[in-house]
């Protein structure tokens, strides 16, 4: 994490408010520029003025006023950027016997600002963020095939273990669509859009009784990471106030996440909570999160309070009867089962370093919001908030909690991350597993082109810009896309530069 984006903008903000004062100094005199709260996307402890290639990966103010936070914010960047080993006793070690990255940074290049569409399922591939689900497509849940699979499919291994599956086996390919209009809009100008088809070769499975022709494989790109400690900060009763509210307007109506009880896991708010968290809002808070937990189950690095691995029984049963693996271990398949599976296993991760992780995780600033006062900006303003209907999901601003009991810094914060925290139905053709997806937040997205050098969205990034994410919206936000395609191109550019914006 580089710091001196954040002096150049706080520089240039005291420039731009105080250069052009006349000679009486009055503070509200003509010339001088003063941001209002829109700025702040982050809220006034959670913003930060930077719009380098650092800009996903700034420290909020509130983490730099306490040295003893900002030391752990420091030790928790490390935990997410270094590689685990499978060597004992080394700094990073505990890495497997199976596992999905070997380091968080891995999956959230540029930290989270989004992974990278790429044409080949390879995660050695550093700006390959992509998760592998498998699930049954016939299940009105399109339930998981977790007997066999962990829930994020595990495609690496140390050996002499073997992984669940073979990635030379997996083929990715990205197919042309088109849609009723025949990708054109009404003024002539035309548009490509594409979306994935993973499949899998029954060779690739290690599990012989698994027929992956009654399943199905999707991908999802990872999500940003930055800014989650804020949307952790709003109350359950805000986030049900937003569902219920929606429920009455009667058009758009999103789903709630179900409740999760976090008795034992979360030492700041027990008890059950909605979740809000992940593209199915699987998750409620960030102590049992996608992060808390993802540090574990995606390297499988054990810790005081998750003593086992991320495995399914199947696969410790398969690997412990397979004579490679016994003569290697020199073990019998009693013994290797009894391991894999283990309730009481050795940490290798120290709670000291997993807080330092959590204190990293909350602290992550947001982007302050850019060029608010361009002419063309605020066009595209009144057409995403007014003329479209899009705030109908992409709800703008939230209000923190009081005495937010995790981070009290991020206590009673106005927010502008742009998303009502609810699963809508946007009906993407062939969406996978995720056809109610939680509304993405917008806030710092602009900054995507700078961060990593790209702009793939949705989902599974099958939006190449701003542009074909609009134009993917259908089902309950179709009414907002049709009134898109019938804007003048000027419109159309207007209403993507104030997402840029934002």
């Known amino acids: 994490m580089k710091k001196y984006g954040t002096i150049f903008w706080t520089i240039l903000s005291l420039i731009v408010t105080?250069?052009?004062?006349?000679?009486?100094?009055?503070?509200?005199?003509?010339?001088?520029?003063?941001?209002?709260?829109?700025?702040?996307?982050?809220?006034?402890?959670g913003t930060v003025f930077n719009a380098t290639s650092n800009a996903y990966s700034q420290s909020m103010p509130a983490?730099?006023?306490?040295?003893?936070?900002?030391?752990?914010?420091?030790?928790?960047?490390?935990?997410?950027?270094?590689?685990?080993?499978?060597?004992?006793?080394?700094?990073?070690?505990?890495?497997?016997?199976?596992?999905?990255?070997?380091s968080c940074i891995a999956c959230h290049p540029s930290y989270g600002g989004r992974s990278k569409r790429v044409d080949k399922f390879d995660t050695s591939d550093s700006r390959n963020g992509y998760l592998l689900m498998i699930y049954d497509p016939e299940s009105p849940t399109l339930a998981l095939a977790s007997q066999y699979f962990t829930g994020m499919t595990q495609t690496s291994a140390v050996p002499p273990f073997k992984s669940p599956i073979n990635e030379a086996g997996i083929k990715l390919e990205w197919l042309p669509y088109t849609d009723e209009y025949g990708n054109k809009y009404p003024d002539g100008t035309t548009y490509s859009l594409i979306y994935p088809?993973?499949?899998?070769?029954?060779?690739?499975?290690?599990?012989?009784?698994?027929?992956m022709s009654k399943h199905a494989a999707s991908i999802e790109g990872t999500i940003g990471i930055y800014g989650t400690g804020l949307l952790d900060a709003i109350s359950d009763e805000d986030l049900r106030a937003q569902y219920e509210e929606e429920q009455k307007r009667g058009y758009a109506p999103g789903v709630i996440g179900a409740d999760i009880d976090e008795t034992g896991l979360n030492p700041y708010y027990p008890g059950k909570h909605p979740g809000r968290f992940t593209y199915l809002c699987t998750r409620a808070t960030l102590d049992n999160g996608p992060g808390s937990n993802a540090i574990w189950n995606i390297t499988n690095v054990t810790r005081p309070d998750r003593q086992y691995h991320y495995i399914t029984s199947e696969y410790a049963k398969v690997s412990s009867q397979d004579p490679d693996i016994q003569q290697a271990l020199g073990q019998s398949e009693e013994e290797i089962y009894n391991y894999l599976m283990s309730r009481e296993l050795k940490p290798e991760m120290t709670m000291e370093d997993y807080d330092a992780f959590m204190v990293w995780h909350r602290g992550l600033a947001v982007p302050a919001a850019r060029n608010l006062d361009d002419k063309t900006v605020q066009r595209g303003k009144v057409l995403f908030q007014q003329e479209l209907g899009c705030i109908a999901c992409h709800r703008p601003s939230w209000t923190t909690r009081n005495n937010h009991k995790p981070f009290p810094a991020l206590s009673n914060q106005k927010i502008f991350p742009y998303t009502d925290l609810l699963r809508h139905n946007i009906g993407l053709h062939e969406p996978g597993r995720v056809a109610l997806c939680r509304t993405t937040p917008l806030w710092g997205r602009g900054l995507m082109p700078v961060t990593s050098g790209y702009t793939d969205m949705l989902h599974d990034l099958r939006a190449r810009n701003y542009e074909e994410a609009i134009l993917w919206h259908s089902g309950e936000a179709k009414q907002p896309k049709e009134k898109f395609r019938a804007l003048s191109k000027e419109d159309r550019e207007a209403l993507v530069k104030f997402l840029q914006s934002i």
Do not use: H
């Open 63 to 102: 983490i730099d006023a306490d040295p003893a936070l900002y030391k752990q914010f420091m030790r928790g960047e490390q935990i997410f950027e270094k590689s685990f080993v499978s060597t004992e006793g080394m700094g990073y070690s505990g890495l497997g016997p199976v596992y999905i990255r070997k």
């Open 197 to 211: 088809k993973v499949t899998i070769a029954q060779d690739a499975i290690l599990f012989k009784d698994f027929d």
């Open 18 to 45: 105080v250069a052009c004062a006349d000679d009486n100094n009055e503070p509200d005199g003509p010339g001088v520029k003063e941001l209002g709260e829109e700025w702040y996307a982050g809220g006034e402890n």
